[in-house]
T-cell receptor, first 107, second 116 residues
Framework: RKEVEQDPGPFNVPEGATVAFNCTYS??????FFWYRQDCRKEPKLLMS???SGNEDGRFTAQLNRASQYISLLIRDSKLSDSATYLC????????FGQGTELSVKP | GAVVSQHPSWVICKSGTSVKIECRSL??????MFWYRQFPKQSLMLMAT?????????EQGVEKDKFLINHASLTLSTLTVTSAHPEDSSFYIC????????????FGEGSRLTVL
């Protein structure tokens, strides 16, 4: 089993749709969790941290479920500019990236 | 926000030569830097964790004699790909975590290496 595993992509959705990604992790001692966004051939950029209580930033909501060892990212009212690859990052001694989920938002 | 600068952004070299990539934290001190490699359509794979003043910790399967990492100061880490071969062609990205950081990573712009 991979240390960090994400939903396989790509996700093709129309503008305005709501889309959710999941990311599971195997190390129960993992301490910090993040979602990053990566545009083609660019470096990843932090989208948001994920807290136990869940957190929201505009159209984006991140949640953590420690019991089931997964984090999620919900994007509401998708925009064309949301098209990118979304990477989850889990820190438990070392940083591990998920393989990324590609999102394509169509007009 | 914090800035991490990576240089060069792209390099083309002949097989058998060595290539050095620099990663600098410009406005903060980074006790820990990470080096990743990313092949097309794949995620970032951690190669090694570099701690200032000590030896790097390499991930399983990464040859430490081929990928030399030096973290001589709190603002600079270097990755040298020795005797590069075409299969080493990839996108190399460094990231840094600041002193007393919350865990957020700051990424360099990446270096695209093409070995002919």
């Amino acid at each position: 089993r991979k240390e960090v595993e994400q939903d396989p992509g790509p996700f093709n959705v129309p503008e305005g749709a709501t889309v959710a990604f999941n990311c599971t992790y195997s190390n129960s001692a993992s301490q910090s969790f993040f979602w990053y966004r990566q545009d083609c051939r660019k470096e990843p950029k932090l989208l948001m941290s994920v807290y136990s209580s869940g957190n929201e930033d505009g159209r984006f909501t991140a949640q953590l479920n420690r019991a089931s060892q997964y984090i999620s990212l919900l994007i509401r009212d998708s925009k064309l500019s949301d098209s990118a690859t979304y990477l989850c990052v889990v820190i438990g001694g070392k940083l591990i990236f998920g393989q990324g989920t590609e999102l394509s938002v169509k007009p | 926000g914090a800035v991490v600068s990576q240089h060069p952004s792209w390099v083309i070299c002949k097989s058998g030569t060595s290539v050095k990539i620099e990663c600098r934290s410009l406005d903060f001190q980074a006790t820990t830097m990470f080096w990743y490699r990313q092949f097309p359509k794949q995620s970032l794979m951690l190669m090694a964790t570099s701690n200032e003043g000590s030896k790097a910790t390499y991930e399983q399967g990464v040859e430490k004699d081929k990928f030399l990492i030096n973290h001589a100061s709190l603002t600079l880490s270097t990755l040298t790909v020795t005797s590069a071969h075409p299969e080493d062609s990839s996108f190399y990205i460094c990231s840094a975590r600041g002193l007393g950081g919350t865990g957020e990573l700051f990424f360099g712009e990446g270096s695209r290496l093409t070995v002919l």
